[in-house]
Every structure is written in C-alpha cells, then in structure tokens.
C-alpha cells in the first residue's frame, strides 16, 4: 500500500521528468516568470526600504516646526513670536532657525543653507556637503565664492567637507554663522525662517499645536508625524501607481501561462491518454499538474526575489530609482538598508504566483479529464 | 482609496476568488440537483469531470482566503501611522463603517474555508464521493458570505481617506464605549477568566474524551467553536492586559506590534487552527456512516481532535505563563 507521502513523492519525481523533457519550452515560461516577480519584487522593496529611510531621517526631526503664513505664503517669523510660544505651559525649549535655499546659476543646482553656531564655522568659513564639493570641483581649505544681493560676492573658506556617508542628510548642504547667513541673502535682523518647538509630553503635541495656533492666527505649527505620513504617503501612492502600470505585465503573463497550459503538443496529450489508459485517475493527473505549477513556480519565485535583492540592495535599484526617488543635480547617493518582511514577499506571492494559477486551473482540469482513447488519437 | 501593493493584492484576491466561488457555485448547484452515483449516463459522466474542476478550483483558492485574512490583519496594522488619531490595527479599521464588518466577515468565511477543505479532503479520500451533496450546498451557502466579503473589502478601502480623523484603541476598546468592544471591556475579569478556563478545560477534556471513547464528538465540536469567541473575548478583557501590563489597555490589535513581539499573530493563528479543527471534527463525525468513509473517518476526525487540543492548550500555557510572569497584578474586589 503506498502512502500519501509516497504517492505525490513518486508523482513529483514523474512531473520533473516530465518537464525536464520539454526543458526548452518550460525554460522560457520559467524565465518569464522570474522575469515578472524579479520586476515586481524589485518594486516593493524598493519603496519599503525608502519609506523605512525616510522614517530613520525624520526621527531626527523637531517635534513642531512652527511657520508664519502672509497671504497664503510661507514668511518671515518674528522673533517675539518664540518668547510668547516658550511661555505655552508644555513646551520644553524653543529654537528660531535660519536657512534658506541658494540657487547656483554656475550649475544650476540648489544648495540648502543653515546658519548654525556650532563651533565647525566660523565667520568666513563654511562646512559643505560632499556634493557640493563635487559639483563645484572644490576642496578644504579653498574659497567659495556665493553671489548675495549686495555688490561684492560673499567668499567663503571651506572649512569642512562632510563624509559621503552622510550624502543623504548632507549632500546639497552648505553650513555658515548667522551673520554670514545675513550677509549672504541679506536677511532681516529679528526675524527666522521658523521655529523648532520641543514639547516635553509627546502626547501633549497636537495641545500644543492647537494653542500655538490659537496665540498667533498668522502661524502654521506642522508636526512631525504630518510630515512622516506625508513622505509614507508620497512613496506609497508611487509604488502602488507603478504597480498598476506593471499589472498590465502581470495580465500578459496570464494570457502567456493560459496560452501554455492549454496549447498541449501532440506529444503531452499522448502522454496524459497513456497515463489514464494504464490507471492513473483524474485526480493523480490534477495532481501532477500541480506539482509542475510548483516545479516551475518555486524556482521562478526564489530566483526572482534573490535577484530584485541584489538589484535593489547592492545595486541602489537602477531601473526604479529615477522613478520613485524623484531626480535633482545634486542627488545624494546613498545605500538602502537590506530588510525584507513576511507581508511583502505575501503580497508578491498574490500579484504572481496567485495569478499563475487561476491562469493554469481551468487548463489543467481539462487535461486532466481528457478520455484516454481522445487524448492519444488526438 | 489608497493605493498600495497590499491593498492592491487584497482587492485582487477577492475577486480571484469570489469570481472562482461563483463560476464552481454556478456548476456545484448542478451537481446537488442532478448528482446520481448509479447513473452511468453522459449527464452524470459530465458531472463527475465537473467535481473534479470544483475541487481544484476551491482547493487552491480556500487556502488564499485563509493568507488573505493574515496580509489583511497586517496591512491593517501598517496602515495606521497614515490616520490621525490611530495607534494600531483598531484605529485603521474604524476609519469607515466597513472595516470592522469586513474583518469579522473575513474571519468568519476563513473559518468555513477551513472547515469545507477538510470536508472535501475527507471526501476526495472515498471512492464514491458520499459528501458531494452536502459540500456542495455547503459551498453555495458560503456564496452569498463571499460576494459581502468582497463588497465590503472594496467599501472599505475606497472610503479610506487619509485625512479622517480616527479613533484610537484607548477610545475604541474603554469601558466609555457604547459599542460592542466596550461591553468587552466591560466584562469582569474575575469573571471572564473563570469562563476562559472554563471552557478551555471543557473544550480539551471533551476532546480526551472523544479520542479515547468515540463518544461526545458533537459536544466537543460545539465546544471549540464556542471556545474561539471565548477566547477573543478574554484577550479584550484580562489576558491582553498582562502582556500589556496596563491595567486599563484592552486592544485586541496593538499585540500584533513588534513591541509585543507579534505575538499577536502567533496566538490567533492557535486559535484559528483550534476552532477549525475542533469545529471540523465534531462536523465530520455526525456524517451518516458510510462503508467508503468507515475507516477515513474516525482516522482524521481523531488527527483533527489532537490538533485542536494542542493549539488550545498551548493559548492556554501561553496565556498562564504570561499571567505568571507579568508584573502586573489584577485585583478582583
């Protein structure tokens, strides 16, 4: 008496065999396959692994960013603004920030400006990202001179070059002291570009945001878990848009496989009319076409999720990454953090192989009851 | 309606498979009208191909249906930092009036998918088929539940918007609320932990007993599936409270969190499997006896019945260590 396990092991082992003799035209349904979740796997982990960089960055971020609106529009914010915010009972400290964006006509690129008073700049010398340095073609120790709006450019001395290990954060960055921040842009005296507000209680932030608006009608406090939802939103709505385009190359990998499982040569037909005609029932073909969707499906699968892995983790991703990263002449370049969940490769799972088998089911079911004597004089 | 891979993949699912329902329901009804084992006519001949196409079809798609309950938990779950106001799954599923209906419809058509694949291995196992009939018009009945599921799937993601303001499961799962998570909450937790118990030891010495005897495998049967809503129950009540260790945090959702070290998935999938198996062995027991089922029968009802005490009993040691090993202590007066 031969056992459950006994029976599909000897089944598989008929429909390897079985596929290894038309090895040709299974290896192109395999690579198409694998072609497919490698495009779609490349995909998903892409946009996790930036949502996940993004929310690694903004952890950093203030709590509240307070900005004054006039007419619409972002303004200056005056400097009382922060006393009357500070004395809010909740809030733990207030910090007027200045910076701004330089526009470099040299290039054309947009650098960010912080005025900072740590003690890496001083008057005269500024710290840059590194793709600043590589832009200009500067190095430490060299002026860089900063067209501002009075006659004489603003020279600066590159005191510092950050490391590419901080492009993402550090990239376009130029960092000088406030008066050189004022000189540059030629900035009013007593007023910032906004406010970082600490909240001492987390939960007490959307109060304090509500009592920020309430003193000052003028203001827009805007929370960090906004921005944090709004950067997971953008990368989402992305991912899921290009998933859509990509479907249509999931609907022709189902037109592909419905093509293949029921255009049978004469040859498979013969053989599935011999394999009924010396016993084998219609269950035990069902079953060795499900072990053949296996065969070729857990290959396809693992071979395309290794790949999008290497394409996306070691390689940054080049087929996605204009796409989904958006594009700018000074990008940073940066390596994604390798992390797969259970969910994704779920959802992988359902946009292919799920799609494979509805597309195969109603094929194989009608091979499987093809009348022994039909199927081998056919 | 947000557009993300998993949403996508969930929409996609449901309509694989309520598509499919449909089509084998559409041939199943044929088959409980006409079925005719002593025939040898053509009808009958085409009927028997048919049953065949059902089963494969049902086959492969009951087991997405069960994924699909996990990627939907869990997409839930993700989805939350996107709602005001949400802290979890809870506060996800109350964005529209569809998410919790959609949930429990979920669990609900999961648990028959469950119990029909067990019938239709048991039944795929004898040579005439005897449980075509019933599986059949068990497989039409579940049509209507499917068509809901998918409705609801669709109401519920296309309403979601992300500037609704939510609630969070502080809110949704307090003693304030005048819902039915609020009743839960309510409960004693003296009391519902003398029921926990209760029923557990009712449930696993039931199913000693049908191992041992054959005798009370309904009573068994009636007692897993009352078991699993127990169980929920007090996970709401006391046992989320220990792993919490909050006295006052009754979500049965924020488990599910890495905080808590998913355990939350770890302790409904035992569950699941408990009433599935538990429900199906009391089911497969009360069929008429049969000479093509004589030996399957007792054979894989007593396989089910072990497993469903294992999954319960190993919720229950769970659920004991943790009330041991918690810090938090739970007074009754």
Not at chain 1, 326 to 352: E, H, R
Not at chain 1, 358 to 378: F, L, Q, V
Not at chain 2, 20 to 38: C, N, Q, V
Request: charged share 15%.
């Amino acid at each position: 008496m031969i056992t459950t396990r006994e029976r599909h092991r000897n089944i598989l082992d008929f429909a390897l065999s079985s596929l290894g003799r038309r090895a040709g035209r299974n290896l192109s349904l395999l690579t198409m396959y694998c072609l497919l979740i490698f495009v779609l796997a490349s995909l998903l982990f892409f946009v996790s692994a930036l949502k996940r960089e993004a929310a690694r960055l903004l952890e950093d971020a203030p709590d509240l960013v307070v900005q004054r609106l006039v007419a619409g529009r972002q303004d200056l914010i005056p400097e009382n603004y922060g006393a009357g915010i500070a004395a809010i009972r909740g809030v733990a400290h207030v910090e007027p920030r200045l910076w701004g964006y330089y526009f470099d006509s040299w290039n054309g690129a947009n650098y960010t400006v912080i005025a900072s008073d740590k003690p890496t700049v001083k008057d005269g010398i500024a710290a840059i990202g590194s793709g600043v340095a590589r832009s200009r073609k500067i190095h430490a120790g060299e002026l860089f001179p900063l067209r501002s709006p009075g006659t004489e450019p603003l020279l600066l001395e590159v005191g510092a070059i950050f490391p590419g290990t901080s492009d993402l954060m550090a990239a376009d960055l130029i960092i000088l002291t406030p008066s050189d921040f004022h000189t540059l842009f030629n900035f009013p005296q007593g007023k910032f570009t906004d406010l970082a507000v600490t909240v001492t209680n987390r939960k007490e932030l959307p109060m304090v945001a509500a009592k920020i608006a309430a003193l000052y009608a003028d203001s827009r406090p805007i929370l960090k878990s906004e921005i944090q939802r709004t950067y997971q939103s953008i990368f989402d709505w992305r991912g899921g848009m290009i998933l859509l385009v990509l479907l249509s190359a999931v609907l022709s990998f189902i037109i592909f496989a419905w093509d293949r499982a029921t255009g049978l040569s004469a040859e498979e037909r013969k053989e599935i009319g011999i394999l009924k005609s010396i016993g084998w029932d219609t269950s035990d073909v069902l079953l060795l076409k499900f072990w053949e969707g296996c065969a070729i499906s857990l290959p396809a699968f693992l071979c395309g999720v290794i790949a999008a892995y290497c394409h996306v983790f070691f390689f940054s991703a080049p087929f996605f990454s204009p796409v989904l990263k958006g594009w700018s002449i000074l990008y940073p370049q940066f390596q994604l953090v390798p992390v797969v969940d259970i969910s994704q490769l779920l959802v992988l799972f359902f946009f292919t192989v799920v799609p494979y088998i509805t597309a195969t089911i109603i094929p194989n079911w009608r091979t499987a009851t093809m009348d022994p004597d039909a199927a081998m004089r056919s | 309606m947000i557009l993300r891979p998993a949403t996508l993949a969930l929409l996609l699912i449901s309509l694989v498979v309520t598509g499919f329902s449909l089509t084998a329901a559409f041939h199943a009804m044929g088959i409980y009208e006409r079925w005719d084992p002593t025939s040898g006519s053509e009808d009958q001949l085409d009927l028997e191909k048919k049953t065949s196409l059902i089963s494969s079809i049902i086959s492969y798609l009951f087991p997405l249906e069960l994924l699909s309950l996990a990627l939907f938990l869990f997409t839930a779950e993700e989805l939350h930092p996107l709602f005001t106001g949400a802290m979890c799954a809870a506060g996800t599923l109350a964005v529209n009036a569809f998410g919790y209906p959609a949930l429990l419809l979920k669990v609900v058509n999961a648990l028959c998918a469950g119990v029909w694949l067990i019938i239709n291995h048991l039944d795929t196992r004898a040579y005439d088929s005897p449980l075509i009939r019933l599986k059949y018009l068990f497989l039409t009945l579940m049509i209507p539940l499917l068509l809901l599921e998918c409705f609801l799937l669709f109401s519920y993601f296309s309403g979601v918007k992300p500037d609704v303001i939510t609630s969070c499961c502080g809110s949704l799962f307090s003693h304030d609320s005048p819902t039915l998570s609020g009743d839960l909450t309510s409960l004693p937790a003296g009391l519902m932990q003398a029921v926990f118990f209760t029923s557990m030891v009712l449930t696993t010495g039931s199913g000693i007993i049908f191992l041992r005897t054959g005798r009370h495998g309904r009573f068994f049967s009636v007692a897993a599936a009352v078991t699993f809503p127990v169980a929920i129950a007090s996970i709401i009540s006391f046992i989320g409270l220990y792993f919490y260790e909050m006295p006052s945090h009754h979500c049965p959702f924020c488990l599910l969190q890495k905080e808590y070290y998913y355990i939350g998935y770890g302790l409904y999938a035992l569950l699941f499997i408990g009433a599935v198996t538990g429900i199906s062995a009391g089911v497969i027991n009360s069929f008429p006896p049969t000479h093509s089922l004589s030996n399957t029968v007792p054979e894989t009802g007593s396989y089910l019945t072990r497993v469903a005490i294992l999954c319960y009993l190993l919720f229950t040691l769970i659920t004991v260590i943790e009330m041991t090993i918690s810090p938090l202590r739970l007074s009754y007066f």
